[in-house]
Structure formats: structure tokens, C-alpha cells
């Protein structure tokens, strides 16, 4: 990792790293208390989808953040963010006499409806951490720094670890609401994985996940939604585990579709897919039957669709796409998670 002395005093640090987002398998969609699922959820890491992002630590008499986000200074990223480590003094008391002076970029479109708060939440995190070992001698466990990312942005925990991630308790043994674990009973089948990310829509989301989460609080079906999510993660990790492609699809698409299935019954609704949206998720099912292929979709709370698929049906995928006639289309594979940079 790269740290460096930048200016003449003595007490100033800087952290480089990189972190990439995530796409959920199963959603996390409710929350309660201090940003804990309401279920259980598991993603893919993404590798070429990530935040670079510089922090520099420095003294002084008060808390304070300075923000660049693409290198301009971004003062709505730095109130949110200023706002959430205020309420995080508790867990970091070193910060109420600290400047950050944070700089971020991401490698991935601002439009392109991936979650870019978990890529940049679980770089602050681990930057964070990173000051905490190196100057302070705190040494913090990794399910503490999946703790900072968490109270962050909410799945920016599953960040943290790949290539695939677990967050929420799914039984005693299994899981935390407080922190994500890496899943390590994978097939091999999905060490060879990617993600063909297709922008239907690149217009900033119309539901923000804060919104979204807060509609499920008086959900009409809230209580089925969150067993059914139960059942889903230990049917995922099942499929997971056995590389079964079937079962893994199955339940990749039920949680997509039931994820907007639940927004559309929320009060207020919303329907964020678009047509594009449903007419290629009704070709691709065509396709799939007819060419036999193993390609499954999922959506974020947005139009944007994820295809994803084993590197063995690339060039059929890529036959498929083309069909689409989309021009904006990010190919991306699967990653370990968050990573220093020298
Ligand atoms: O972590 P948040 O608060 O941005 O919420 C993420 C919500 C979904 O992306 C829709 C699902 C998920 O588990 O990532």
C-alpha cells in the first residue's frame, strides 16, 4: 500500500486503494437499526467495476472532510459522508481532531446502474482501518472493517471479500447481520464468471436505496418477503456449492423480478423498469431455451440488466447481446474484493 508523507507535518498519512462494487444474487432490500439487513443477501465482487480512492489523514483541531470526487471537489458526497462518520465517532473516536482529504474516481460510467457507493464505501473503510493500524497500532479484525463499510453503505460490505459474499445471519452458525464473510464452498464452475452489465437507461436512479429500503417498512409483504429471501440464500448457496447453473438462475431471476416486484406494490410505487428492459429479458429467456445456454439475468433498483454466465457460453452471450442492439455495455468478470494499491 502506498503511504506517503505529503506535506512538511509529520502527522499526515495517505492511503491508496481500490475496491470494486458487487452485484447482489440475493437482495438486500429493508433494513432496521444501525444499517442491519432485514435478510440475508449474497453478491459477486466485480473486478474491472471499481473505486480508486486516495485518503489523506491530517491533524487538526476539529472533524472535517475535503472531497474530490473525479477530480472536483463534491460537496454533496462530502456532507452525506461528513454526516455518516460524524455518527460513526463512537467506533472511530481518533476522527473528531482529523482532516480527510479524500480522492476518488471510479472506472465504471456514473450512469452505468452499478452501485457505486459499495465500491467507494469499502475503500473509505479499509483506508480508514488502514490508519487505524499503521498510526494508532489499532489493529482492527476484517469483520470490523465489514463493519465500518457496512454502517458506510449498507452492502459495501460485501466489498470487502470475493468472489462471492454472504451477509446477514441465514442460521446459529452462519452469517451476520453485522458483517459479510466470504462463501467458500463454491463450484469451480464460477471461477470462470462474468458479467455483461447492458445500460438501458443512463439517467441517475429515480429511487434512491435509502427510499428503497424504507419501503418496505410497511410493506404488505414484508414478513413473506423476507422468509422467502431466507429460503432463496440457502437455495443460492446450494447451487453455489454444487454448481448448479439451473438452480442458480432460477433463484437469481425470482430475486431480480421479486425485487421490483416489491417496489411496484410499495406505496408509493415505482416501476423502474423500462420496455427495453422486459423485451430483452423475454428474448434472452427465448434464446436461452433455443441455444441451451446457461445465461441468467439480474437488475439492480434500476432498468439496467446484468447477464451472467459462465466464461464457457462467452461467445454465445456475446451473439446474443449483439441481437440487443444496446450500444452502452460494460463486460466485467469476478474479483477477491478490496485491494491496496503500492
Ligand atoms: O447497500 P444499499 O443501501 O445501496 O442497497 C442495495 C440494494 C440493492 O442493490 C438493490 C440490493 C443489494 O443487495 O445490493
Not at 439475468?297 to 447481446?321: C, M, R, S, W
Amino acid at each position: 500500500m502506498r503511504k506517503v508523507l505529503l506535506s512538511n507535518s509529520n502527522s499526515n498519512s495517505v492511503y491508496h486503494v481500490k475496491s470494486p462494487a458487487n452485484i447482489a444474487l440475493v437482495k438486500y432490500w429493508g433494513k432496521k437499526g444501525r444499517q442491519l439487513p432485514c435478510n440475508p443477501s449474497i453478491s459477486f465482487t466485480l473486478k474491472n467495476s471499481y473505486t480508486d480512492l486516495i485518503l489523506e489523514v491530517v491533524s487538526d483541531s476539529t472533524f472535517s472532510i475535503e472531497l474530490f470526487f473525479e477530480e472536483k471537489r463534491n460537496p454533496a458526497f462530502e456532507k452525506k459522508i461528513s454526516n455518516k462518520l460524524q455518527s460513526m465517532f463512537d467506533l472511530l473516536p481518533w476522527l473528531e481532531n482529523k482532516k480527510l482529504i479524500i480522492k476518488s474516481t471510479n472506472t465504471f460510467p456514473h450512469s452505468a446502474g452499478i452501485a457505486s457507493s459499495a465500491a467507494s464505501m469499502s475503500a473509505l473503510a479499509w483506508a480508514l482501518a488502514s490508519f487505524e493500524r499503521e498510526q494508532l497500532a489499532i489493529e482492527k479484525s476484517e469483520q470490523e472493517i465489514s463493519a465500518y463499510a457496512r454502517i458506510l453503505s449498507g452492502s459495501a460490505c460485501r466489498s470487502l471479500g470475493g468472489p462471492v459474499m454472504l451477509w446477514g445471519k441465514v442460521n446459529e452458525e452462519l452469517g451476520s447481520d453485522e458483517y459479510a464473510v466470504k462463501v467458500e464452498e463454491v463450484h469451480e464452475i464460477f471461477n470462470q464468471f462474468e458479467d455483461a452489465i447492458l445500460i438501458i437507461d443512463d439517467q441517475p436512479k429515480e429511487v434512491s436505496s435509502t427510499i428503497g429500503h424504507g419501503l418496505m417498512n410497511g410493506h404488505p409483504y414484508r414478513e413473506s418477503r423476507y422468509d422467502l429471501a431466507r429460503d432463496h440464500t440457502k437455495l443460492m448457496l446450494k447451487a453455489l456449492k454444487e454448481g448448479d447453473l439451473n438452480l442458480f438462475g432460477n433463484i437469481l431471476e425470482q430475486e431480480a423480478l421479486g425485487l421490483h416486484a416489491l417496489m411496484m406494490s410499495s406505496d408509493p410505487s415505482f416501476i423502474l423498469m423500462k420496455p427495453r428492459t422486459l423485451e430483452i429479458i423475454l428474448l434472452l429467456r427465448k434464446y436461452r431455451e433455443e441455444n441451451d445456454l446457461d445465461c441468467y439475468f439480474t437488475l439492480d433498483a434500476g432498468a439496467n440488466l446484468h447477464l451472467l454466465y459462465p466464461a464457457k457460453d462467452k461467445k454465445a452471450v456475446q451473439e446474443f447481446i449483439g441481437k440487443c442492439e444496446i450500444d452502452n455495455i460494460l463486460f466485467d468478470t469476478l474479483g477477491p474484493g478490496v485491494q491496496n494499491v503500492d
